[in-house]
């Protein structure tokens, strides 16, 4: 078993309670510990793909990767373990779709961080499912309560959208930039003066703002977009549909589901898992560009300013330049080159 987080070295203060029962884990689980669970059965609904990939082995036909929970596959379980992610929103979309399909009586465990505002939960089940906080401990806090009324869920009532000039941003609780263009994918966007031509991957693409707002201006541009979240997926193949795009979208860990090669690669990649700062998807993000890049192909990010990418980017591809940079943020842009010759070989 990997290192646990906070969150599950809580859970596993109160093993005697799972012993025996149908446990379904869901929500904002970073870690295996469903592989390894003192339990009668075990099965896991989450909505990130990197999640599903690390219990796939194990859990096999027990785990579960999409947007909404199938009831057929949760309505066996009868204790829910849900583990707070940092949105309130999608707290509350995720658990009132769970609840909304399993039965009346079930027992329902909450844990959190406390800094991630777990203690809302309370409050978000009011009437529902009457939550007591039952420990505290690691800066979590766990609650405990049992279904007693489940909730109307209409998945469509979830849906926002805004607007970046004329394109239209269709997004879902727990998408990044929910309710706007963030500052970053803005000055991104901005060092785009000409239309694209050619193949191009969006990695960590969220609601799929920068594939479609290029998009839109550059009718000779092929897009991929990739995530790991299933409502990110859902935003972005409903982003493209708004705005009569064609695109493929993808569930993929970095390049992990990645097949061909790009002329251009684009991210706003993400520097979170959960609450904790985590530079690993960015790292594979520029690592991995130069086995997706055609020769001359550009790996094209922003970044915090304050994040070490430059180093990474020069050890990748031997040099970056920075396209643009304000206070917080920077545009970093790289090229793949031939390879060196090989002298062995003959020309």
């Known amino acids: 078993m990997s290192a646990l987080t906070p969150a599950s070295e809580v859970l596993l203060r109160h093993t005697d309670e799972f012993t025996g029962r149908r446990v379904l884990f869901a929500g904002d689980l970073q870690d295996d510990l469903p592989t390894d669970f003192d339990a009668e059965e075990v099965r896991v609904h989450t909505n990130q793909y990197h999640h599903w990939q690390m219990l796939d082995k194990s859990l096999q036909e027990n785990v579960q990767f999409s947007l909404l929970a199938d009831a057929e596959f949760i309505s066996p379980s009868d204790l ?23 039965p009346v009586g079930i027992d329902v465990f909450v844990i959190g961080e406390n800094r991630s505002g777990v203690r809302s939960a309370e409050t978000i089940l009011e009437g529902l499912c009457e939550l007591s906080k039952v420990d505290s401990a690691r800066r979590c806090g766990l609650y405990h309560g049992r279904l007693e009324k489940q909730p109307e869920f209409d998945p469509e009532g979830w849906w926002q959208d805004y607007m970046v000039e004329e394109v239209t941003i269709k997004t879902l609780p727990g998408v990044f930039s929910q309710d706007g263009l963030d500052s970053g994918s803005l000055l991104l966007i901005n060092t785009f003066e000409e239309p694209i031509k050619g193949k191009v991957l969006d990695i960590a693409c969220g ?4 594939a479609s707002v290029l998009a839109t201006y550059s009718p000779k ?5 990739s995530d790991v979240s299933a409502a990110a997926l859902e935003a972005s193949r409903a982003t493209l549909e708004a ?4 695109g493929e979208v993808i569930a993929s860990n970095v390049y992990s589901d990645i097949k061909g090669r790009f002329d251009l690669i684009i991210s706003n990649p993400p520097f979170h898992e959960g ?30 300013a304050f994040l070490p990418y430059a180093t990474l980017l020069d050890a990748a591809f031997g040099s970056h330049e920075v396209l643009a940079q304000n206070g917080r943020f920077k545009v970093y842009q790289a090229t793949r080159g031939r390879p060196p010759r090989d002298p062995k070989k003959k020309r």
């Open 207 to 210: 609601s799929g703002v920068l």
């Open 221 to 225: 541009m092929k897009v991929t977009l």
């Open 80 to 102: 829910l373990i849900y583990y707070w992610p940092k949105s309130k929103q999608e707290a509350k979309f995720q658990l009132f779709n769970l609840l909304s399909q399993l």
């Open 243 to 246: 705005n009569g795009l064609q």
């Open 275 to 304: 609450l904790q700062t985590s530079l690993h998807a960015a790292e594979m993000l520029i690592r991995g560009a130069v086995n997706h890049l055609n020769i001359g192909g550009q790996l094209r990010i922003v970044a915090n």
